[in-house]
């Protein structure tokens, strides 16, 4: 699993205190020497105790500073384990800490990683969604952090699909932005700036057959509340399957796959045109890393319906 190494550094002492009284501005100071020092010491983690009061004694801007310090600091003591750490329990609780006090993009995409590979799809899809919401606003013109988004996409349809066919299946909701709009797997943000144009919902089918499973039936649903939200005038829709059976039988699946993914959307919305595209075991999905996944999973994430519209 490829593992990426904090990428935030801040120097505490030089933020500057704007609308404070000067007792607030000398509180804030000794909180933020103290922070720093604590960050500074083999156990950085200790200093979640301080961030409540950071919280109640800075500015928002230093406050958000501060934990972002923080979530570094913890980062770079897991990278201090190495690739294969002893105590990997102690890995996973670092990396919750980071993410879940941090609230940085880049500790939410290793611990849903880190989740993925324990095959955890649920919560991988979960927190490759958030690192999503957390990454979007700052994408708009880095072509490195639009990369990123990229990948965060791929992932987060990987997991969630690999949820809808674990067991009896699950549906991860797809996230709403920090502006109400569809975020996470769905980002629209992330479609006007090139990183995410195809959709791929959940939607999961009974064997050998059109009919959805009720996490499909729970899937379709929630994707026609986003494509309200998009209003488009024309959507595509694309079945693939595995790689199993022959190619005549898989283009025929495919085929009444997808019609019964458009016939259901258009029977909701029905102002859309509608073009479908069978493709059988043709196009296997471009997975992020092919080595994260057994046999039987590429099968699951290539048995899909994908959606794109204008």
């Known amino acids: 699993m490829f593992k990426r190494s904090a990428i935030l550094c801040l120097t505490l002492a030089a933020l500057t205190l704007p609308q404070v009284t000067p007792a607030q501005a000398a509180d804030c100071r000794d909180l933020l020497g103290e922070l720093g020092g604590t960050l500074r010491s083999p156990t950085p983690e200790t200093a979640e105790s301080l961030l409540a009061p950071i919280y109640d004694a800075c500015p928002k801007d230093v406050y958000d500073k501060s934990r972002a310090a923080f979530a570094a ?27 879940e006090k941090g609230q940085l993009w880049d500790a939410f995409w290793r ?23 957390l990454l979007e606003p700052l994408a708009t013109s880095n072509d490195q952090l639009k990369e990123r988004g990229r990948m965060l996409v791929k992932r987060a349809n990987e997991a969630r699909l690999l949820a809808a066919n674990q067991g009896t299946g699950t549906l991860v909701v797809a996230t709403t932005n920090h502006r109400g709009q569809p975020g996470g797997a769905y980002s629209d943000a992330f479609n006007t700036r090139g990183i995410q144009a195809v959709k791929i919902p959940p939607i999961t089918f009974k064997f050998d057959s059109a009919e959805f499973t009720q996490v499909g039936q729970d899937a ?3 994707l026609i509340g986003v494509i309200k939200s998009a209003q488009p005038r024309t959507i595509t829709v694309v079945g693939h399957t595995d790689q199993k059976g022959t190619d005549a039988y898989n283009l025929d ?14 029977s909701r919305i029905g102002d859309a045109q509608y073009a479908i595209v069978a493709m059988g075991k ?19 994430l290539n048995r899909r319906v994908e959606m794109s519209w204008e």
């Open 73 to 99: 600091a913890v980062l770079r003591k897991v990278d201090a384990m190495g690739p294969k750490p002893a105590n990997p329990a102690e890995e996973r609780r670092l990396l919750q800490l980071a993410a």
């Open 220 to 222: 379709i649903q929630e």
């Open 253 to 266: 699946l495919s085929k009444r796959r997808a019609e019964a993914v458009a016939r259901y959307v258009q």
């Open 111 to 133: 611990l849903a990683d880190d989740q993925l590979e324990a095959r955890e799809f649920k919560a991988a899809a979960v927190s490759y969604q958030k690192a999503i919401d």
């Open 282 to 300: 043709r196009k296997p999905l471009d997975l992020s890393d092919g080595s994260n996944y057994r046999q039987d999973e590429i099968d699951q």
